[in-house]
DNA sequence: GACGTCACGGTTGAC
DNA sequence: GCGTCAACCGTGACG
């Protein structure tokens, strides 16, 4: 279960560890970079750690996505019913043939390409397994009807990011969302992006952001990881479905939509100041200023930028309140 | 001081 | 339903 409020890094920058920065700081990291905003700057700026700076523009140098990369899962499968299926007419018009002979038909007849050829133990597990009394059951199938026809082409990885709507917990003064809307918020209803609300950041970043950015935003709704293997797409190596689908469950601000492009110049930046009093949401508000913890921040117009533009009404220190968290702070811990 | 790299502890999701 | 595994994450320290 994630967390609902994250840690606080050296530069006042809440995080959750283990989980990917949300798209809108990601974005930001990169819009500034184009800007020529020194990454150390840019670290500052957004209380990100240089490191992680680093290596979000050096992916996005490298391909051009600022998304992270697919958490958790595994590796598509790469015996499909397709592939089983040739590899079962393979066997059938030649019960002498070997699996190397047949993963190299696999490759030739375009049934798979280099990444998702199965190996030969594969190969020769399905023999065993899945063909293993095939003659038996050819001449079975051959005295009755036409076979059944095999089962469909493997589903694409993670093809649809539907979730049953019962199973998706509405955290206490939310409102249900209607099972059409589910299909949008699922599958991380924990996750970072979903206490920031990224979808409406995101969304209005497509309208405010300049083009390369837009560009990069929309590409992330039809991402996930059927794109397997990484390196057939270089443009994103693969994806955590909590960043493509992010949602507005927990707090988005209901006045709205963030402003993301609202950010101020490094050196306005008054000294970090230890937050004293955080929200479990704060770190993760619907704003990618309001992302950063700390002081408040003084726009170029002047006005003020709070650093979370949600109020700080619970006290709670990060770690140290970790282990009372839910006897503090019952709705969020219940929300969880 | 800026920056690239890496170990670390953490999360995630398929199997 | 749970454990395992291998992917990823950002931080923080080091050079």
Known sequence: ????????????????????????????????????????????????????????????????????????????????????????????????????????????????????????????????????????????????????PPPQPTIPYNHLYSYPASKVPTPPGMPTLPGHMMHRIWPSSHSVTDILGIRSITEQQISDSPPFCS????????????????????????????????????????????????????PSIPPYHHPTQVSPYMGYSATTSAYVTGPTWQLASGSALSPHSCDITTPLAFKSMAANRDSIHPVTASAL
């Open 1 to 148: 279960m994630e967390p609902a409020f994250g840690e606080v890094n050296q530069l006042g920058g809440v995080f959750v560890n283990g989980r990917p920065l949300p798209n809108a700081i990601r974005l930001r990291i990169v819009e500034l970079a184009q800007l020529g905003i020194r990454p150390c700057d840019i670290s500052r700026q957004l209380r990100v750690s240089h490191g992680c700076v680093s290596k979000i523009l050096a992916r996005y140098n490298e391909t051009g996505s600022i998304l992270p990369g697919a958490i958790g899962g595994s590796k598509p499968r790469v015996t499909t019913p397709t592939v089983v299926k040739h590899i079962r007419t393979y066997k059938q018009r030649d019960p002498g043939i070997f699996a190397w002979e047949i993963r190299d038909r696999l490759l030739a007849d375009g049934v798979c390409d280099k990444f998702n050829l199965p190996s030969v133990s594969s190969i020769s597990r399905i023999l065993r397994n899945k063909i293993g009394n095939l003659s038996q059951q050819s001449q079975y199938e051959s005295g009755k009807q036409a076979p059944h």
């Open 215 to 266: 560009a990069k935003l929309e590409e992330w709704s039809a991402i996930n990881r059927s794109n397997f293997p990484a390196s057939s797409s270089p443009l994103v190596n693969g994806t955590d479905k909590a960043h493509l689908e992010p949602e507005a469950k927990y707090t988005q601000m209901p006045n709205g939509l963030p402003t993301v492009n609202s950010y101020v110049t490094a």
